[in-house]
DNA sequence: ACCTGAACACCGTTCAAGT
DNA sequence: ACCTGAACACCGTTCAAGT
């Protein structure tokens, strides 16, 4: 075993420097996710995360890519659509500083593939229960819609939602 | 008539101010927004906003509740809840970037009393024409998950709006 | 290969002045 | 009141070196 200093020496910078951008986000929001301060978190010097990530952005699509699988993993997890509906908006409520990044204004997913590729595959998912293609978009639409209310605080704590997703159908 | 560099000396800079953040947000992107280049743009200097606008955050606010009381305006126009759901959705593919400043990661409504009460006018007018609440929320949330998805790229051109709004009662 | 320190052009914010 | 220029501590990115 290594100590995990000598480790970035040996490949493990680049998850070390995802997980220490993660723990920013969490902590500081997306304003406090510098390139310098992850390079920081992780130990290096700020200049070293540029060996494994073109720019701040292509780390940052990374994380929200990484999100998507996890989103995708909790998906698959969940049996039929309104489990999945669930499941999603757990997703959406125990990460909402990743979620808003996954979908926030600061990424356009058209110009990072992998980014869009990961997000795709999160929705097939959710495509694979429904009874037809609108179906599935609605879906898809509301949870996502949902997600985000909450996410930004216009979405009352009151509201059972199990009360909303039965009116989609 | 004075003109409008004397109008900064008499009141005019603040909406001047917004007038160049929007069309640095549409040219540039969030990215782009940067206090210095708002006032750049409106020709002062570096510091002058700050007369009207306690930090950069704080214009962002005002610039999304500005969109959100056009939003509201755009959606009183548009008659019953099908209408207003098009309204809805035309307002944020015809203004993406403002759209996603008004419900980005970067903005907290929570802590922009000012943003909450703008946003909440709007969701008042959609609350208006449905038949009880639940419904009203899973319209709202289907709209605004469409919308987003939509300007992440994640929504297929092909789609035909009314065939996914007519899956919510 | 992987990491570092110095450098560049920026940025948000503050402050002491100017009119 | 409203605006300015200098200053501070940051930031993303690039570059020439070091091992």
Same mark, same amino acid.
């Given at each position: 075993?290594? =100590?995990?200093? @000598?480790?970035?020496?040996? /490949? @493990?910078?680049?998850?070390?420097? %995802?997980?220490?951008?993660?723990? %920013?986000?969490?902590?500081?929001? &997306? ?8 390079? *920081?978190?992780? /130990? ?12 701040? @952005? ?14 995708? +993993? #909790?998906?698959?997890?969940? &049996?039929? %659509?309104?489990?999945?509906?669930? !499941? ?16 926030? #204004?600061?990424? *356009? +997913? ?6 869009? $590729? !990961? !997000? ?12 037809? *293609?609108? /179906?599935? $978009?609605?879906?898809? !639409? ?13 979405? &009352? ?7 909303? %997703? =039965?009116?989609? =159908?």
């Amino acid at each position: 075993m290594s =100590t995990s200093k @000598e480790a970035y020496h040996h /490949g @493990e910078l680049r998850p070390a420097l %995802l997980a220490a951008a993660e723990a %920013l986000l969490v902590a500081e929001g &997306p304003a406090g996710l510098s390139l310098r301060a992850v390079a *920081r978190g992780a /130990g290096v010097s700020h200049n070293a995360p540029y060996r494994h990530f073109a720019s701040r @952005e292509a780390l940052l699509a990374a994380l929200a890519a990484e999100g998507f699988s996890r989103l995708a +993993a #909790a998906l698959r997890a969940a &049996p039929g %659509l309104a489990g999945q509906g669930r !499941a999603y908006l757990d997703f959406a409520a125990a990460h909402p500083a990743l979620y808003r990044l996954m979908f926030g #204004a600061e990424l *356009r +997913a058209g110009s990072h593939p992998a980014l869009k $590729l !990961a !997000a795709g595959e999160a929705f097939s998912v959710l495509s694979g229960v429904a009874a037809d *293609r609108a /179906g599935a $978009l609605a879906a898809w !639409a509301l949870v996502h819609g949902i997600a985000g209310l909450r996410a930004d605080g216009h979405w &009352p704590a009151d509201v059972v939602l199990d009360s909303v %997703l =039965t009116r989609v =159908t």
